[in-house]
Each structure stands twice: as structure tokens, then as C-alpha cells.
């Protein structure tokens, strides 16, 4: 049976008495595939970022700050994946290229995006598709 192409993996936070330590990706973990770029997207409370998918890139999702809903979908299998992370639910999101996805805060505060990608970002191998071409009950 095919998978979504998507992975869960629990991350480690090392608490300490000035401020906690936050793993994300080491180079030696099965995630890494290359360095290309880090970048960061903030995203409001309640707010939805949807939809879009990257042809090569690999991404590797982390939510440092807040609490943020990720939603997957493969159209070649016509499935729906659903995720929510942040620090008191800290994963690292790993994702093929070609899956569909969009993203919501679920924090009042801040809600930050970190994605760890195995490319450099090019507007050239993103495609998108508008909020009302994959329905989905945010």
C-alpha cells in the first residue's frame, strides 16, 4: 500500500533553567537529504495558507513558536493527511515532493513555520491551486 508521503518524527527539547534547547535536523538523520535553505513562515491566528506543492523539493516542516494544522493531500491516492505540532506537540514533518498542502495558525499568538528544504527555492517548480480547488474542512 502506497503512503501519503508524509513522515512523523518526535523531536527532543532539553529543557534548561535559561531557556530550552529545540532540536530540528541533523545531518546524520534519515530526513536529510541535502541543504539548500532555511526559511521561516509566520502565520496568524486562524488564518489559512493553501494550496501548493513543490515538484523537487523536500521539506522538512518544524513549528518552534505556536501551534500550527498542516494538511496533506496526494492526488494520486485522493487522501487527506492531517498534522498539528508545536512545542508541547514537537515533530518534525517530513514531505516528498509532489504532495499538495496548506497550513493553518492555531495559536492567538505567534504561530512560526520553520522548513529545513533540501533546495534552494525556485518559483519555477511550485504549483498552486486556489483555496476552493481541494476541499477540506479546516
Known sequence: MKKIGVRKKKLKIID???????HAIKKSDFEYKSFGEVYFSNINYKSIKAWKRHTYMTMNLVVPIGF?????????????KEYSIGPD??????VDPLIWFGFQGLNKGSNLVMNFANIEHDPNEVERKSFSDLIYNW
Open 16 to 22: 534548561n533553567i535559561n531557556g530550552s534547547i529545540m
Open 68 to 80: 500550527v494544522k498542516f494538511v496533506f493531500f496526494n492526488q494520486e491516492l485522493g487522501e487527506f
Open 89 to 94: 506537540n514537537y515533530y518534525l514533518l517530513n
